[in-house]
């Protein structure tokens, strides 16, 4: 069992950054991988990026690429989500999730993901 708690997020300008935590409480000795996502109201949760447990190997959708960094603390047991050059387009609730998994295989599709954080609002204003 994890429990997730996010933070970081908040309203920025076009071209601004955030950077989004996920602490993690987590069984001691258990593997995760994690994942950020995305949702706005209407629409299905996006995913955005993911990590693997030793933080080898990442994954982004191709919309953040190149502006989106995911990393890791395994030493604090939390995941970073560092975003530049925002867009009023990446205004969202950002979640993450964990899955128990100790394997170097980044995953993005949504039903592999176990455990919920509760959000944290991204606002970019243009």
């Known amino acids: 069992q994890v429990s997730l708690s996010e933070s970081g997020g908040g309203s920025v300008q076009a071209g601004g950054s955030l950077r989004l935590s996920c602490a993690a409480s987590a069984r001691t000795g258990r593997s995760y991988a994690v994942a950020w996502w995305r949702q706005v109201p209407g629409k299905d949760r996006e995913f955005v990026a993911a990590?693997?447990?030793?933080?080898?190997?990442?994954l982004y959708a191709d919309s953040v690429k190149g502006r989106f960094t995911i990393s890791k603390d395994n030493a604090k047991n939390t995941v970073y989500l560092e975003m530049n050059g925002l867009k009023p387009e990446d205004t969202a609730v950002y979640y993450c999730?964990?899955?128990?998994?100790?394997?170097?295989?980044?995953?993005?599709?949504?039903?592999?993901?176990?455990?919920w954080g509760q959000g944290t609002q991204v606002t970019v204003s243009s």
């Open positions: 990590i693997t447990w030793s933080g080898g190997n990442t």
């Open positions: 999730a964990a899955r128990g998994s100790g394997s170097e295989m980044v995953l993005s599709g949504i039903r592999y993901y176990n455990y």
